[in-house]
């Protein structure tokens, strides 16, 4: 027995004294703004809360360590305290999806209550021991300086009342996010919910022999062991292919670490996960394809019909080889990239909770990005009608393209169909890490032609990229590196292939820039090289080059209004013409999935009360500004201020249809649904209140379905809209990153605030994969579980941050926008490389990238 004083009050605690802190604060305590982001590795920072004075990682402290202690949470904090921390990281836009925040607003107050006045660097230090993969650290150290001057100053932080386009409204759920009051998942609890946890492949590729589960199911507590046999419907899903199964059956392969053998639910997690462990697996263990270029004549047949998943060509002009044989310069190189994992805080969790619908049904919690795919997928595996499923969607806790696949979803529906109670399935950071799918491993072979003028005239490019063990969306990310394979300039010949194979790695599916951070790594590395080869500035050459209105990008798009290019690398000139070593790379980011496939968005609209909409969509918000984008665009056709409420609503049952949030899509296809769901309801405006309207519901769809296929005869159009960007990487005298300006052409941006943090952040996380991250694996198996082995950024990795704004208006987009959350990852790396080159001499055709080789200085 221990005794200890949490947040003023004495708590008795008799169980084991080597339980950590962050267990006890989360099941018996009910605090949830101590989050779990490591598993227990003390790597993340999420859960770090005050004992005796002092900031400790309650994941990694034992109970016995906290005996005769006071331990303080954010609850605990004077309530002025964590107003103003709470104002100031909303008012400096330093909450994206939040996950992190409380963590590292308790550290911000116990730096203030030992430093009320610290410098930046003071901040940055402070914050060594946290991770934030949304932000890119800038607002989050401009939110602890605000918060310690209004704390110095006993001033009330203001923030933005404004509620239309272009002013920066306050993100949706911000505040609540900040101090820890915003449920994620894994920190809803339902009463009677059991609990999952997943029995996991031992080898990448190996023959199930058979599952002795006796001594499981034995166990007090464990209610049931699940396996291939108990699903009524189809046993394999996927986005695109159904070539994935929930469970591998006795006698199949298994085909990746991430693959599931079967799954224990228990009365608690701590008993699910030991049942796991006592669950014996024998295999014939065999040998795995790993390597993607053996995979098109490899023995090894990772799926029935090869190992080839996806081939796309895109041939258009002249045969390229007559135009490099006639060409005034020819530069050739081979790129390596390699597989990324996304590190969203929040690992996959999911509940499912039987309903009363038609004598049958379930509500399934999800953080997935895309809520009508988890329906139709959980709909076909249950062998049950959709209508019975209610697909809620909870705001995720970071997503970047990780979220789009079924991970725990399923278990979850399953068990609680099966078991009808309540169940919950989580997954701890090493599961994560090897179930999710990861931005391709990629192998990438380029020519590149110019005239003596420095005009491009022809692109050969061949793509391999390693898609792993199943599809998820790999084929298209693939394809979607061959469409962008000549970057953001103009070409009017080119030859690509590429190709995306099955290997027994871990899936390779969506990631922030899906294909394209790949291809234009490539591309800026060979622009680069034709600068070299004919004396041209790197500047003169790209604007000369750029992609514009009449111009084409690789499939053949002819571009209309609407392309900034020109525009960003002006903005960048004067920093390019003052800075002594630079790079620069140019970046396209299509919007939308296009390419002939249909695209829709459904906005309803509810006037629940005379100063409350409910606004129904379908797409996801995973710290991006969805909710938020959706309710400005709603105020400014309404004309609504910040005393009308406006509530998102997104789950399946209300059949506000939304796709997949993914393709930088969702600003343009929800903000056009809003626009035309508005409309209805404007008009009723004219001769009525909102008193008057109550009741009264508006709905809108919005559909795009004029992009065309790629082999579709007559004029293309690969995608309905595109944004455009430059970065530059500024060097210091000794070769280190000294800033990274970033100007992005955003069409109308919606959100000041948002936007430069949607930047920032991506900028970041293209930092770490210019310079830092690799996914630890060898031979299909990881070489570490944990996620410091990830290498990602932290804040004292980061430099300067200059982002610029263009604002050139699309006329697809609603009053102009664009999307802006994929293509902030792109430029930077390419950027960086080229910077490096031009430091040190050295060519970098590889990421990450090898360090700079310090020139010596002059005497």
Known sequence: MLEFSLNGSSVVFTGDPGRSLLSYLRTEAGIFSAKDGCSGQATCGACL???????????????????GRDVVTIEGFPEGVRRTLGRAFVAAGAVQCGFCTPGILTRAKLLLDSQPNPSRSEVAKSLKSHLCRCTGYVKIVDAILLAAAALRNGDEIAWETGTGVGVSTPKVDAYEKAVGRSAFIDDMQIAGMLHGA???????????LGIDAAAAEQMPGVIRVFGAADIPGARYQGIKVKDWPMFVAIGEETRCIGDVICGVVAESDALARAAVDAIRVTYDILEPLTDVAAAADSPVKVHPDGNLLKETVIRRGEPVTSLFAAAAHVVAGEFETPFVEHAFLETETSIAVPADVDGGG???????????ADRRQIADLLAIPERLIDVVQVAAGGGFGGKEDLTVQHHAALYSHCLQRPVKVHLRRPESLRMHPKRHHMRLHYRLACDAQGRLTALEARILGDTGAYASVGGEVVARTGTHAAGAYHLPSVDVVARAYYTNNPPAGAFRGFGVNQATFAM????????????????????????????????????????GLRQCLAA????YDRTACTGLACAIKNCGIGNGVEEISDTRLKVAAADRILLYHGWTEMGQGMHTVACQILCEVLGLDAAVTVDIRCHTAAEAVGGMTTASRGTVLLGNSVIAAAEGLKADLANASLSDLVGREYSARYRVDWTTAPDAPGGVVSHFSYGYAVHMAALDSDGAIDTIYAAHDAGRIVNPLLFEGQVEGGVVMGLGYATRER???????LTSEKLAALKLPRVKDVPAIVVIGIECPDTMGPFGAKGVGEIGTIPTAPA?????????????????????????KKE
């Open 49 to 67: 809360v005050e004992v005796a004075g002092r900031p400790v990682l309650a994941c990694a402290t034992p109970m016995e360590k906290v005996a």
């Open 198 to 208: 997943l029995k996991f492949s031992d080898h990448p590729r190996a023959r199930l």
């Open 362 to 372: 379930l509500t399934v919690y999800s953080q997935n990005q895309g809520i009508f």
């Open 524 to 563: 800026e590395r060979m622009v680069e090289a034709l600068c070299e080869a004919g004396g041209f500035d790197p500047w003169d050459f790209r604007y000369a080059n750029a992609l514009d209105k009449g111009r084409m990008t690789t499939t053949g798009h002819v571009l209309g209004d609407g392309v």
């Open 572 to 575: 960048v000139k004067p920093a």
């Open 775 to 781: 996914f630890p694996l060898k031979a299909g198996r």
């Open 832 to 856: 960086i490389a080229n910077a490096y080159c031009r430091y040190d001499g050295q060519p970098r055709n590889r990421l990450p990238l090898a360090p700079v080789k310090r020139v010596p």
